[in-house]
């Protein structure tokens, strides 16, 4: 049970921090409410009525949000791959060079798409 209490102390303290953040920015906030601060945030843009049954998304927003992930998800597998590479086998390595075909295959689909294009 000694090793988890580590882990519940901090546990305790980031809850306890996000409570105290949560409960000061209730009290030391302005309360002005008005039509534009209840109004859903759209990066700027003057949110437009939606028609019935739901509108649909630029696939823009989709390739931006899968390009996002995709290069995330690279990242944690390959930084501790690469920290280790010398303890590894040949198995690793396959792998590795499997795993880094995978994410090209993404990346030519985003690309072919133009979701590396920012006009």
Known sequence: MDLYVPIIVLGALAFAF???SVAMAALTGPKRWNRARLDAYECGIEPTPQPVGGGRFPVK???????????DIEIIFLYPWAVAF????????????LFILAVLVAYAYIWRRGGLEWD
């Open 61 to 71: 927003y989709y390739l931006t949000a899968m390009l996002f992930i995709v290069f």
């Open 86 to 97: 010398d303890r590894m086998g040949i198995f690793a390595l396959v792998e590795m060079i």
């Open 18 to 20: 996000a409570a105290f």
